[in-house]
């Protein structure tokens, strides 16, 4: 069955945290199946000494360490995910999957790059305190704190479902921007990109779920979704592996420049190897993967304190998944191109 990502939301006023507590997660891009986090559970290592910091145990951590601790960069390993957090901003460095064994594997048993890295604009602002640590199981979470701004960071050391995700708060309510770049591998096909998943084109505008009466008129609700486009990202070795971004009370900032090598009707003016979204006050960037990620959902309810579970509905709703290999005219050129500053 499955499980939620448990989030806790944090707010800042001045130099002072202010935190508030989010009971369940919000939509499918917290869900993630109990079987693909077996023996799922994280270290947290200093890379400039090899020194491990924290590791998940049969018992509940909950403390707080000096960043001194950390160093620079500190690694959290997982048997199934893995990346590099940038202590200084929480920027997220060389983020991907170890292809460890499991059931539910998207990888085809092989480590698998996804991001090269998410940054976070904090415009000048910076992380100052010691950091705070949860691990429980296959959980994690860090916290940071400084004059004026958080950054919480969530993991779920799974083989699939949503796993990840980053939440930036400001005092002053202002946006965030992070930035997504996608890796690039040296392994032939590896190299992850950017499509407009030709699946949901091809029924977009249409009402899929077992709440429909119709496909024509819905009528929409929890169990009846109207198909819009949808961005994934995928490679040219694994016929399983699919994830997206998910976005929570954030905007994707459009790249003009990018889109389709066929255009579009519709252009969701993506880049094949980057993404940028301007992320409000408490709200969040998730990174879901596998099935989660074809799912065809309402996106999930704006949110950024005192937030309740909803929306549990999996197994009751449209999965069109992704082709494989992602047809050319469908992935999203070019890699990259420049971005207004907020």
């Not at 170890?98 to 048993?109: K, R, S």
């Not at 949808?230 to 976005?247: E, K, M, Y």
């Not at 099935?291 to 999930?300: K, M």
Request: hydrophobic share 35%.
């Amino acid at each position: 069955m499955p499980r939620t990502l448990p989030i806790l939301r944090a707010s800042v006023a001045g130099a002072a945290l202010v935190s508030a507590t989010l009971v369940g997660a919000t939509g499918p891009a917290q869900a993630a199946s109990s079987k693909g986090c077996v023996d799922g559970g994280y270290a947290l290592v200093n890379l400039t000494t090899g020194v491990t910091v924290a590791r998940s145990g049969e018992d509940r951590i909950r403390t707080s360490i000096p960043a001194a601790r950390f160093g620079d960069r500190f690694a959290v390993r997982g048997r199934y995910t893995r990346f590099v957090v940038r202590s200084r901003d929480f920027a997220v460095l060389d983020q991907g999957f170890t292809g460890a064994a499991n059931p539910l594997d998207i990888t085809g048993g092989r480590p698998t790059p996804v991001f090269a890295s998410k940054v976070p604009d904090h415009r000048g602002l910076t992380l100052s305190s010691s950091i705070a640590v949860e691990l429980k199981e296959e959980g994690l979470t860090l916290q940071r704190t400084g004059a004026g701004v958080s950054m919480k960071i969530q993991a779920k050391d799974c083989a699939q479902g949503g796993i990840f995700q980053m939440e930036p708060s400001r005092g002053d309510g202002g946006t965030t921007r992070i930035t997504h770049t996608l890796a690039t591998s040296t392994t032939p096909g590896l190299t992850p990109f950017y499509f407009d998943n030709p699946n949901f084109r091809a029924r977009a505008g249409s009402f899929l779920g077992s709440g429909c009466t119709s496909p024509q008129t819905g009528p929409a609700g929890p169990l009846c979704v109207q198909v819009s486009a949808r961005v994934n990202i995928a490679n040219d070795l694994s016929p399983r592996f699919v994830v997206r971004d998910s976005a929570q009370v954030a905007t994707r900032v459009p790249q003009p420049a990018c889109g389709t090598v066929n255009p579009l009707r519709t252009s969701v003016r993506h880049c094949g190897g980057m993404s940028v979204w301007d992320v409000a006050s408490g709200g969040r960037m998730g990174f879901v993967t596998g099935e989660d990620a074809t799912e065809v959902a309402n996106p999930p309810t704006d949110c950024v304190s005192d937030c309740q579970a909803q929306n549990q509905v999996r197994g009751r709703l449209a999965n069109l998944g992704h082709p494989y290999p992602v047809p050319a005219g469908s992935r999203l050129t070019p890699r990259t191109a420049a971005v207004l500053t907020p």
